[in-house]
């Protein structure tokens, strides 16, 4: 199994997702009212999909999942032409940091980092930083998940526990502190999706989800192809079938 997609809330999948594509310089996969996916290239047969499906109104729960771009020396200018694609200037309370956050065109919170000696090779989108109760343990946890490996632990600045696709290449994975704990029945705006291969055993990998301090979801969303998780933390993720198979 690894790790497949980024599953973004969205209440137009189509303004949002032409935002984000233009934003990273992704190639789009599927264009439908209620789903919007573009591809993230990472490195060989290795890709992160965006997958922005529709909501019936904009997401009121914490952002316990964002997506930090790579501005480097170029932060300013980077952070400029996101505002020409319709991103503004937001004030989360971040106060003086050397980052710049900004809304996308559904005012969702995402910010343009700095210059920093982690990012080298990640591509456009340098991290996606996660809220943790416990970082040590939901790295362990996400590491067996996605196949990902832990990243340079020696570079200042890096989070306490930090995940990156084993090639070293793309975005990092960052394991961050959360600053409250999830909310009973609030569900992530931004959430990652794993894929199985043909070899994997959907009940199995469940079943190992809950020994290492996961859960199974069952949501009254109708039928699904997908089976819906929480990680020790409560974020949630989705389990995809193998090509070719049942859920």
């Known amino acids: 199994m690894f790790l497949e997609n980024l599953g973004i809330d969205a209440v137009d999948p189509i303004r949002l997702g032409r935002f984000w594509e233009a934003a990273l310089g992704t190639t ?10 573009t591809r993230l290239e990472i490195t060989g047969d290795a890709y992160l999909d965006l997958c922005f499906a529709q909501v019936p109104e904009p997401p009121a729960s914490p952002l316990r999942l964002h997506l930090d771009l790579r501005g480097g020396d170029r932060q300013l200018d980077v952070a400029d032409q996101l505002r020409e694609l319709g991103a503004r200037d937001l004030d989360i309370g971040q106060g003086e940091v050397p980052w710049i956050v900004l809304g996308d065109v559904e ?42 490996a832990d990243a340079d632990a020696d570079v200042p ?56 301090g996961g859960r199974e979801l069952h949501p009254d ?26 859920a």
């Open 107 to 148: 005012g969702t919170a995402f910010c343009v980092r700095e210059e920093r000696a982690e990012f080298t090779g990640t591509g456009p989108l340098a991290a996606l930083p996660l809220d943790s109760a416990d970082p040590q343990r939901d790295a362990d946890f996400w590491a067996w998940l996605t196949g990902w």
């Open 28 to 37: 789009a996969l599927t264009v439908e009212p209620d789903i919007y996916e």
């Open 157 to 212: 600045g890096i989070a306490p526990r930090t995940l990156r696709h084993p090639s070293l290449r793309g975005p990092l994975l960052e394991f961050c502190a959360e600053p409250e704990p999830k909310q009973a029945g609030a569900k992530n705006p931004i959430h990652l999706d794993i894929r199985l291969e043909d070899e994997d055993d959907a009940d199995e990998i469940a079943a190992q989800v809950a020994e290492r």
């Open 221 to 246: 969303w109708g039928e699904l192809p997908w089976r819906v998780f929480q990680d020790p933390s409560g974020n949630e993720f989705c389990l995809l079938p193998a090509p070719g198979a049942s």
